[in-house]
């Protein structure tokens, strides 16, 4: 699964599990939203990042990505997909 659309389904999807759980409103992302914007504390943000790893089996902030050069939710996606798209071709 490293098509754009897939991981961007699988990125806005848990975006909104995590607002969900933590009492927020849901959003219809455009993808220039910035994460902290939405109401994403660093608690957040790690539970996010760990539930994308397990959804989509990488973590792009273990060798190629710092957290905090990743500002909005298009950013996060194109985090995810180069990362698959590396991991698929090494």
Do not use: C, W
């Not at 848990?14 to 759980?21: F, G, P, V």
């Amino acid at each position: 699964m490293n098509s754009r659309d897939d991981i961007t389904a699988v990125v806005h999807d848990t975006l909104n599990e995590i607002l969900k759980d933590a009492e927020f409103d849901p959003v219809s992302f455009t993808g220039a939203e910035r994460i902290t914007d939405i109401g994403f504390t660093s608690l957040l943000l790690a539970r996010l990042i760990i539930q994308l790893e397990a959804a989509l089996g990488a973590d792009p902030f273990e060798e190629r990505y710092v957290v905090s050069d990743i500002r909005t939710v298009d950013e996060l996606i194109d985090a995810y997909r180069q990362t698959l798209q590396a991991s698929a071709v090494g």
